[in-house]
């Protein structure tokens, strides 16, 4: 962690180097792979987290016990009895004109 007057520079030269001025040092290639790795994990935890909120609406909106049954328990929608039962769950026909 960065001291108090280390971390006010750094402060100072993020400002200053937007607005023109000290410039940071070039980064290395192991630390642009790193800001990439970091990137992609975290662009897989968002995407993670977006299809399990739409999964949870979805299940809200056609099988409300589904919810009411594994949404509280531990490990909840995810536990393999729960994809079990939505494995062997029927599908509603898309309605018609949808196709």
Known sequence: MLAASSASRYYLCIISQVRG???LPADSELAQAIVLLARAQQDAVWDRTCAHNKL??????YFPGFLAAFGEARGGIMR???RAILAAA???PPPPGSR
Not at 56 to 61: A, D, K, P, W
């Open 21 to 23: 001025g000290c410039p």
């Open 80 to 82: 393999p009895e729960a």
């Open 90 to 92: 029927r599908t509603r």
């Open 56 to 61: 949870r609406s979805h299940l809200r909106e």
